[in-house]
Every structure is written in structure tokens, then in C-alpha cells.
């Protein structure tokens, strides 16, 4: 039972950076900004949010640090592709690769150091309730903000004016912009909210996860966000579904892999992958509703003319 | 109407100017528009007619010259701007969100934060009150382009402006569509509203218009009342010369002629959730004749075309026959090496490549039917060859540029639709299949074109024409047919067509049938 337990613990542990990283490229790409630099922010709110952590002794200090850095981060692409309009993917690559290369260099001291770690939520009396104590009401914070952050997202695109209006600027930003709205300013919000998010999501993996700073520790989590989002077709619930299901596998294929199971173990390793990939494909079948999702501005500069 | 000139001005313009780079778009355009009215502004593409509409919305920032509203001045920085100031605008290029449903769009302009739901009740009523009946709920992606206009018409109307600005708006509608827009027009005019109407169709003009602003390369070369003038001297107001007529010389013997495009049982299945099927097409298209495809622009012409140019293969070879042999099965350049030429709907990425220069789009589009011309031996392309043949049809068609060899680019619309078209018709073809041939071509220009398909039809090739135009189709084709929702009709020998049956066809009515009501309770 224990056991049972600890193994959907560490999914939840496991899926949380990606689906809050995912969360905020899915708005990013909905305004129709195409941001590759997702692994990038992510990296720098790790080591971001375990700097700041180290130093100060708090790991929410840290975990607030690591949001505004990320946010911070993606303002560097904002800029770029928004006032000065470069083109979007040549733009977040090269956010990725600053990003590895920053944090590498700013975190040298940092290795080997201890971390702080956000502890777990603990309700006397109520956590401690077997099975459902632990899972519901005895998880790490970042987990609650990735599971509100998701329906509140949900809520704002599908359910507001405001939403409506961003998914209307990734639809077409010309027809946007001849309506007066303001195009560039959601498109930097968007931007924005995104690399806060990333930064999150990184913060939890050097503040919750692997309470330590170690090089490249995002290991192509950012990437997996994106892919997440895309195969998703750009829905919120997929997404965490899609989070979740790669999640369960890859700690599935970690246990397998302990037991010794007969198996090529690099076979295992892509096996997160190709679960992944497969199960969002068949859901995402009907063709009409994907095409009604996807941002059909996607990754094109505006320009307005004035 | 002569009382208009009496009344109130609503707007005023004065010596609005807007420069780009070295064009002037604008030249110091002075309009009035007065309360109650219908105003016309008449040019010729390229005359800065959008220019101008673009400064009066807040879409684009004048360099010069003043704009009064009521009497006071004031700036207009954005359509935010102009709205607040009670300016609506239904746009020529649709300015709606494909992926998202009507009230949702009409909810999106919007801006006193009401609940959608109760948008759509509200666009429900007004449209049925208009007569422009609306389901709100439908995605505008699945929407005919005349439905599509209301919505824009409707979201217009439902910010109450005191000024619209329609631009374009009929080209886009079948004959009876324009007359219900002229009836709401009316009525708006009536309750006192000033709507500022741009078109380059003389008798729309004519006919509701009370007074005219005609602009000529960025200048107003005159105001008139249409209603006193004729459609050819409101044209030669516009071009600034006479326009040459089309002569079409009537076609002779050509029951027996040799069938050289034949469409036979031609279906194809959406590509896109958006796109329209065809179902089972027969056309056959004979030595000396010119056959137009008249109908309401995404009825399938633009999934036609594909199909039989060869950008999409079909799966029954016999489906298109070109000069008696299957044809479904080959390439573009297959097709062409049967004595086929194809000039696509769009000039700039689909007729030629924006960034080389005419020689060379002339070289990719005919380096396999003139291999022997153009291409030497070891594949070495014969530059100077290709170069005068480029030369050749600049002249034949009177292509004006500014380059002996510019980028396609560099061309205005006009120019570069002559060379497109020139660029098949050198090589003599045997069939001809042209969609939109003189979309956005000045008056000049498209005369000249017209003429010169007619031309080569009457020298023996087949020829057919897919128009949104259908002034142009009446003038071109010694029989039309009509598509809608993916069908074709059997085309109506010209003698017999008139723009009642055509448009009741474009409608969606069956031939003989009675009138069709495009309104649903």
C-alpha cells in the first residue's frame, strides 16, 4: 500500500514541472507567440530559485526568485521578437542555449552545495489519514499551484473577455489589430506569464524535487513541455493529462528498470516518449476541433502598419 | 437628393496626406461627408481609396492634413479611436476570426465587458430586424463569404456608429445579396446615419450613391453626383482616359470543334476541415471558345482549379482529359507538356516568387515546355535567351516597370498580372485555364488582358475563366456556368445568360426552379 502510495507521489512529483511549463508556453502559443526557449527559462529560474534559496536560507524566497527570473528571462525574447520583430524560432533557440550556458556559469558555486527544499504540506490530523492524507492533502505546494494554475488558465481562456480576445489575437493578429486591439501589449503579457512559469517550474526542480544545484538539471524537461503543448493541441487538460501520463511512465519504466525487467533499458527510456505521444494523438483524432485550436497566427512576426 | 449639400457635415477632410517611402498614397485629399448620406469614393486600384479609409479607421497615422468630426477637430490614433468618435467599418478583407464563432467575434469589438450570451441575443435580433438573419453560434470557419459579411456588417452596426465605411462591399455578393445589402443601406441612410461607400462598380454606385469623390494616384480629381452621370463618364473620370471595350468576335463552328479540356465525373473530398468538396464536375471546353466559371467566391473554385492545373493529382486519371488524353494523374509539369497553361488566383507566392526577377519566373514556370529554348546542354540555363523572351512578353503585354528586369515584387498588381498572364499566352497553349484573371487589375490593364484571352481562343485553344467578376464573364465567355457549394452547373450559352439567372444560380437555385430565399425563419 506504502508503496502504491510513494510511486503516485513521485508521478505527481515528476509530472508538476512540466505541466506548469507547459501551462504557460500553452498561453504564450495561444496569443500566437511560438517561445522555444522554454528549457532556457527554466534552467536559469532553477538556478535562479536555488540561489536565491541557498543564500537567503528560504525556500519560498527561492521559489519566488525563481519565478521572477524566469520572468525576467523571457522578457529578453519579448523584446526581440515582439518590438523588434526577429524571427520567433531562430529567437528561442538561442534563448535555450543562453540560458544553458548563463545558469552554467552563474551556478559553478553552486555545486555541491546543500539545498533548501519547500516542505510538504502538513495538516495535523488530516495528512497523516492513510493513502488519501498523503496524496491529497500531503504534497509539496508547487503541486497545488500547478493543479490550480491549470484550471485557472482553463477558466481565463475559454471563460473571459480577456481570454477570448488573446485566443483571438492567435487566431489572426491583423484582424485583431484592425478591431484596435492592442496586440503587441497581450502578446508581451503572454510572453511574460510564460517565462514566469518556466522559472516555476524550474524552481521546483531545484527547490522541491533534487533539492541541489546540478548542471543542465532541466535535462530537456522544456522541451517535453513544448512538445507537450503542441501534441495537446494547445488545450489545457490535455495538457495535464499529457504531463501525467508522461510522468507515470517514465518513474513506471525507473522501477522497471530497478527490477531488472529483460528489457533494453534505453527501450524503457523512450518509452515516456512514445506513451506520451501516442495517447495525445488518438485523442487529438477529430481534425476539425484541432484545427479550431490551433493558433493560426503561430510564430509570425506582426508588424502594424502605421 | 440635391438637398444633401444643405445639410450638416458629419466628417470633413482636409489636405490629408500620406507618404510611403517615395509614394504618395494620399495627396492632400479633401472630403466632405454630410449627415444622411451616401457617399461614394471611386479610384482605381492603387488610387489610395484604402489609404484613405485606413486614416479615417486609425490604422494608419496621416502625415499631414486634418480630420474634423461634427465641426471639431480631432485626431485619429487608433480604430479604438474611431470608433469611440462613432466611426464603424465593414471591411474588404475580412477582418473576422476564423476559429471562433460569430457572437464570440461580434463580442470581440465590443467593449462594455456584456456577456457573450447576451451579445448573441442582441445580434440575433438586430440582424433579423435588418433582414441579414444570423445564427451566432455557427464558427464564422464554416461560413459562406456573404454570411460572413454580415456578421461584419452586424458587429458594425451593433456599436450604433454615425459613420460606416464599406469598402468593397459587394464583390464579394451574388446579384440578389447586393440587393438586400443596397435595401439596409437605405434604411440606414434613413435613420440618419452617413455611410461612406467604396467600390469601383459604376452602377452600384449610381444607383444608391448621393454624391461621389473620385481620386486618381492619390489625388481627388473630382466630386460629382453619380446620379447625373454615366457609367462611362464616371470611368473616365477614374482611369482619366477612355478605357478600350472588349471586342469579342462571336465564336464560329464550335459544336464540332475538338473537345480539349474535358472535366469528367470530377469529385474530390475536403483537404482541410474548412475546405469545400467537389461533386462529380463535367465540363467540357472546345477549340475557339471561352467558357467562364461564375460563382460566390469558397464555393469550390479554388479546390476546381487545383484539381485540374495538377497541383492535386486525382485518383481517376480520365477524371481531367487534356486534348483527348487522360491527364488526372500528371504533375503541373506533366499537364503543361499536354499544351496546357495554368495562371493561378494569387500573383505574389502562388504566380510568381516575389523576390526573383521576371526572367527568372519566367524560367520556372516554362524550363520543361521550353527545355530546348531555355536550357542548354549539361542543364546550363541560357540566361540571354530566357532574358528577351522576358522582354518579349513585357512588350507584347505592356507590362510597365521601373527595371529592365525587376523582381516580381516590384511590380504593381496590375503589371505583374499582365506578365503573368502574357507568360502563358507566349507560348501559344492549347488549353487555357485562368483563375481571377483581373482580381485588383485596373480598368486598363484588365482590357487588355480580356482581349487577349479572347483572342487566343479565337485562334483555337480552349480557354476557361474562373471570376468572382461577373461583368468580367459577361464580357469574356460565350457560355457560363456556375459553381456553388462544390457543384457546377451546365454552363448557359451567353445568349441566354443574364445577371438574374447567374445570380440565382450563385444563390444555390437550380436552373428553372423558382426564386430562391436565401433567408431562413
Not at chain 1, 503587441?184 to 511574460?192: G, Q, S
Not at chain 1, 533499458?265 to 495517447?279: G, N, R
Not at chain 2, 466628417?11 to 492632400?28: N, Q, S
Not at chain 2, 490614433?77 to 474588404?92: D, E, H, R, Y
Request: hydrophobic share 45%; charged share 15%; with cysteine.
Amino acid at each position: 500500500m506504502d508503496i502504491t502510495v510513494n510511486i503516485l507521489l513521485t508521478i505527481a512529483t515528476a509530472a508538476t514541472p512540466l505541466l506548469i511549463a507547459a501551462i504557460g508556453e500553452l498561453v504564450v502559443e495561444r496569443s500566437g507567440v511560438l517561445n522555444l526557449g522554454v528549457e532556457g527559462m527554466m534552467i536559469v529560474g532553477a538556478v535562479g530559485g536555488f540561489g536565491a534559496g541557498y543564500l537567503t536560507g528560504s525556500p519560498w524566497i527561492g521559489l519566488l526568485a525563481a519565478i521572477i527570473v524566469g520572468a525576467l528571462f523571457s522578457l529578453l525574447f519579448a523584446v526581440m521578437t515582439l518590438s523588434l520583430a526577429t524571427n520567433q524560432v531562430a529567437t528561442g533557440l538561442s534563448l535555450t542555449l543562453l540560458g544553458l550556458g548563463l545558469s552554467g556559469m552563474i551556478g559553478t558555486s553552486f555545486v555541491g552545495q546543500p539545498g533548501v527544499r519547500l516542505p510538504n504540506l502538513d495538516i495535523p490530523g488530516i495528512s497523516s489519514i492513510p493513502v488519501v492524507g498523503k496524496l491529497v492533502f500531503g504534497q509539496d505546494p508547487v503541486f497545488y499551484i500547478s493543479i490550480a494554475l491549470t484550471a485557472a488558465v482553463m477558466w481565463f481562456l475559454f471563460k473571459t473577455r480577456t481570454g477570448l480576445t488573446l485566443r483571438s489575437i492567435g487566431d489572426s493578429h491583423t484582424s485583431a489589430h484592425a478591431l484596435g486591439i492592442k496586440v503587441i501589449r497581450y502578446r508581451y503579457l503572454a510572453v511574460i506569464f510564460g517565462g514566469a512559469c518556466a522559472g516555476l517550474a524550474g524552481g521546483h526542480l531545484s527547490l522541491v524535487y533534487t533539492p541541489q544545484w546540478v548542471e543542465n538539471m532541466s535535462a530537456g524537461r522544456g522541451w517535453i513541455a513544448l512538445a507537450l503543448v503542441v501534441f495537446a493541441s494547445w488545450r489545457p487538460w490535455r495538457v495535464l493529462a499529457g504531463a501525467y501520463i508522461f510522468g507515470a511512465v517514465w518513474i513506471g519504466q525507473l522501477h522497471a528498470q530497478a527490477f531488472g525487467i529483460p528489457v533494453p533499458s534505453q527501450f524503457l527510456s523512450s518509452l515516456p516518449y512514445l506513451a506520451t505521444v501516442v495517447v495525445l494523438v488518438l485523442i487529438s483524432r477529430n481534425k476539425r476541433l484541432t484545427m479550431m485550436n490551433t493558433p493560426a497566427s503561430l510564430g509570425q512576426p506582426f508588424v502594424p502598419d502605421r | 437628393m440635391s438637398a444633401n449639400h444643405d445639410r450638416a457635415n458629419l466628417l470633413e477632410v482636409r489636405g490629408l496626406t500620406k507618404i510611403f517611402g517615395t509614394l504618395t498614397a494620399c495627396d492632400h485629399i479633401d472630403l466632405n461627408i454630410a449627415k444622411g448620406e451616401i457617399h461614394a469614393l471611386l479610384g482605381e486600384n492603387g488610387a489610395g481609396k484604402s489609404t484613405l479609409v485606413k486614416m479615417l479607421f486609425g490604422s494608419l497615422e496621416p502625415n499631414s492634413g486634418e480630420i474634423f468630426w461634427d465641426g471639431k477637430p480631432v485626431k485619429i490614433t487608433s480604430p479604438g479611436a474611431a470608433k469611440k468618435l462613432g466611426i464603424g467599418m465593414v471591411f474588404q478583407h475580412f477582418s473576422l476570426f476564423e476559429a471562433l464563432t460569430a457572437a464570440e467575434n461580434i463580442a470581440l469589438s465590443l467593449n462594455d465587458g456584456s456577456p457573450i450570451s447576451s451579445i448573441a441575443a442582441k445580434a440575433r435580433a438586430l440582424s433579423y430586424s435588418y433582414g441579414l438573419p444570423l445564427d451566432p453560434d455557427s464558427l464564422v470557419g464554416d461560413l459562406s463569404v456573404g454570411e460572413r459579411q454580415r456578421i461584419e456588417i452586424i458587429r458594425c452596426l451593433l456599436q450604433t456608429p454615425q459613420l460606416i465605411i464599406l469598402d468593397e462591399p459587394t464583390s464579394v455578393l451574388t446579384p440578389q445579396e447586393a440587393d438586400k445589402l443596397f435595401e439596409t443601406l437605405e434604411r440606414l441612410r434613413a435613420e440618419g446615419k452617413s455611410i461612406l461607400y467604396i467600390s469601383h462598380r459604376l452602377e452600384e454606385v449610381k444607383r444608391i450613391c448621393d454624391r461621389a469623390t473620385v481620386l486618381r494616384h492619390g489625388k481627388v480629381v473630382g466630386h460629382c453626383n453619380p446620379r447625373q452621370e454615366t457609367a462611362a463618364s464616371l470611368a473616365r473620370m477614374m482611369v482619366g482616359s477612355e478605357v478600350k471595350a472588349v471586342v469579342r468576335a462571336p465564336a464560329e463552328g464550335i459544336e464540332t470543334a475538338p473537345a480539349l479540356l474535358e472535366i469528367r465525373s470530377l469529385s474530390r473530398k475536403p483537404a482541410t476541415p474548412f475546405a469545400i468538396p467537389l461533386k462529380n464536375i463535367n465540363l467540357t471546353v472546345r477549340a475557339g471558345e471561352v467558357i467562364g466559371i461564375a460563382g460566390v467566391a469558397g464555393n469550390g473554385q479554388g479546390e476546381f482549379f487545383e484539381s485540374v492545373s495538377g497541383e492535386v493529382l486525382q485518383q481517376d486519371t480520365g477524371s481531367v482529359r487534356i486534348r483527348g488524353k487522360d491527364a488526372g494523374g500528371l504533375s503541373i509539369t506533366g499537364r503543361r507538356l499536354m499544351g496546357a497553361a495554368f495562371v493561378p488566383e494569387e500573383r505574389l507566392g502562388h504566380g510568381a516568387a516575389p523576390r526573383m526577377k521576371l526572367s527568372e519566373n519566367l524560367l520556372l514556370s516554362r524550363h520543361a515546355t521550353d527545355g530546348k529554348s531555355f536550357v542548354g546542354s549539361g542543364g546550363m540555363v541560357k540566361n540571354s535567351a530566357v532574358y528577351s523572351a522576358a522582354q518579349r512578353i513585357i512588350t507584347a503585354m505592356d507590362v510597365r516597370k521601373s527595371a529592365p528586369d525587376p523582381e516580381a515584387a516590384a511590380l504593381s498588381g496590375g503589371n505583374l498580372q499582365k506578365f503573368i498572364v502574357g507568360r502563358e499566352l507566349d507560348r501559344k497553349p492549347s488549353v487555357m485555364i485562368v483563375n481571377q484573371p483581373t482580381w485588383g487589375v485596373d480598368a486598363g490593364a484588365a482590357a487588355h488582358i480580356r482581349q487577349a484571352l479572347i483572342e487566343l481562343a479565337r485562334s483555337g485553344s480552349a480557354v476557361l475563366v474562373i471570376s468572382q467578376d461577373l461583368d468580367e464573364l459577361f464580357e469574356l465567355s460565350d457560355a457560363i456556368a456556375v459553381m456553388h457549394n462544390g457543384e457546377l452547373s451546365t454552363p448557359l450559352p451567353i445568349a441566354e445568360a443574364t445577371f438574374e439567372r447567374i445570380g440565382l444560380l450563385m444563390g444555390g437555385a437550380e436552373p428553372g426552379h423558382a426564386e430562391h430565399r436565401m433567408e431562413v425563419a
